[in-house]
Nanobody, 119 residues
Framework: QVQLVESGGGLVQPGGSLRLSCAAS????????MGWFRQAPGKQRELVAV???????NYADSVKGRFTISRDNGKNTVILQMNSLNPEDTAVYYC?????????????WGQGTQVTVSS
């Protein structure tokens, strides 16, 4: 079995910063991608950022220049550094990973962590 455990999140004022971390554990053969999605109330879940095993990244247009995703392959961990946060960033953030278990890649989700940007 594979688990994604998230940490970080919380309440921050506009303009502030937060750091989210997600660690994958279990019977992992290899990790293809790790990333973050978010879902605000009444909205669909959307991609925030993703990083591939080779280090290439993609970001949602709304977070480019403010968020940075990084990965520690040795620790199976992905970090999302969020700067210049604004109220529109308020959402539940979910860690996501495409992980090869034995010979088959599977999609895994974390439990979600709340990020609230408010004064």
């Amino acid at each position: 079995q594979v688990q994604l455990v998230e940490s970080g999140g919380g309440l921050v004022q506009p303009g502030g910063s937060l750091r989210l971390s997600c660690a994958a554990s279990g019977s992992i053969r290899s990790i293809i991608t790790m990333g973050w999605f978010r879902q605000a109330p009444g909205k669909q879940r959307e991609l925030v950022a993703v990083i591939r095993s080779g280090g290439s990244t993609n970001y949602a247009d709304s977070v480019k220049g403010r968020f940075t995703i990084s990965r520690d392959n040795g620790k199976n961990t992905v970090i999302l550094q969020m700067n210049s946060l604004n109220p529109e960033d308020t959402a539940v953030y979910y860690c996501n990973a495409l992980i090869v278990v034995q010979l088959v890649p599977n999609n895994y989700w974390g439990q979600g962590t709340q990020v609230t940007v408010s004064s």
